[in-house]
């Protein structure tokens, strides 16, 4: 929804990253980590957001922190606009983590409106009848959520033998990871 009424998908993560935690202070390659995005497109969009004012910096043991400019014109609006869009995934994490063992849940496919094998990639150990009948509860407007359910162990194993299928989704532009307590292994793993 958020990246139709904006221009560019890293301004959205951006944008997210600053508005959902509006007192912390984030360096490049530290953003660029943590979204999975290019040091140029970050760097781009960073200074976009300095020009309009809605992002300032400071230089902090030879680094350059961005933060945001909690005085900027429309930025209650914008931090309750991207509060309410990431609440609703955040209520579904919740909820599908409630049904059993969760390690890793990722949404791709309907969720960020592209073409995917699948919808939600979960890694753990859960009911599926039960998250079947969540999601056909919960998402009535999005019809057919088409789920993988992976174990830890095969989900690492698929990684370490970069897995096609594993690869492919885990580096989907776009995606939204809801839970991930597999952050050190994806790290090591993916590098």
Do not use: W
């Not at 009911?127 to 088409?146: A, H, P, S, V, W």
């Not at 698929?158 to 492919?168: I, Q």
Request: include cysteine; aromatic fraction near 8%; charge should be positive.
């Amino acid at each position: 929804m958020l990246k139709q009424l904006f221009s560019s998908n890293a301004r959205v993560k951006l944008l997210k990253t600053f508005l959902l935690n509006p007192d912390e202070e984030f360096f490049i390659r530290e953003l660029t980590r943590k979204l999975s995005e290019q040091i140029n497109s970050i760097r781009r969009e960073l200074d976009n957001l300095k020009k309009i004012g809605l992002l300032k910096s400071r230089v902090r043991n030879r680094r350059k922190y961005y933060y945001i400019n909690k005085g900027f014109l429309i930025f209650n609006e914008l931090r309750d606009m991207f509060v309410k869009a990431s609440s609703n995934d955040e209520q579904m994490g919740r909820a599908i983590s409630k049904m059993g063992e969760v390690h890793f849940l990722l949404l791709t496919g309907k969720f960020v409106n592209k073409i995917s094998s699948i919808d939600l990639l979960l890694v753990g150990e859960v009911d599926k009848t039960k998250l079947q009948k969540y999601l056909d509860e919960t998402l009535k407007g999005k019809k057919d959520i088409k789920f993988t359910i992976i174990s830890k162990k095969d989900f690492l194993y698929r990684l370490e033998c970069n897995d096609k299928f594993v690869k492919e989704i885990l580096s989907g532009e776009g995606n939204i990871i809801l839970i991930n307590k597999l952050k050190k292994e994806l790290e090591r793993m993916v590098k």
